[in-house]
């Protein structure tokens, strides 16, 4: 009787050690996405705090994912004169942009041919866009425009870095 519910014992060790193989190469994986995300500047999946307008002002990429979570991601921009975040659509998640330094158009519409929302927008301003609306972000100023946007959820791979607008237009989402 003691062999026996030993050797159900042990049956049951090994059964659990044999479907846990799967979770654990799965959590490796991912662990390593982590870590190449953290490489590459993203913070994300973890507390983590920053002087955001220091960071934004300072950053001179086209596009630098700084914290990827679960549900939400911040993205810095900075767009030198005359470019734009091309017309876009995100029917997933909605979008929240501020402004730290230079001027903006900010167009917007529920369908790409209508974009009847045309604001001009400049430093300390901040951009509400709805899930289902189609947008449009043009840097109007003779300087960059530095900006911040968070995503809900997540729009771009952890810990994308774009250094000029040509690269993120190769890799459009």
Known sequence: MKQSLFSGFVTILVTASLCAMPLAAGGHEAAEKEKTAEARGDKGGKPWVLDIEEATVENDHDRVVRWTGRYLQLVLMSLKPGEIIDLELHEGHDQFIRIEEGEARIKMGKTRDALTFDKQVSADWSILIPAGYWHQVINTGETELKLYTLY???????????KTYGEAEEHVH
């Open 152 to 162: 809900g959820p997540p729009e771009h791979p952890a810990g994308t870095v774009h």
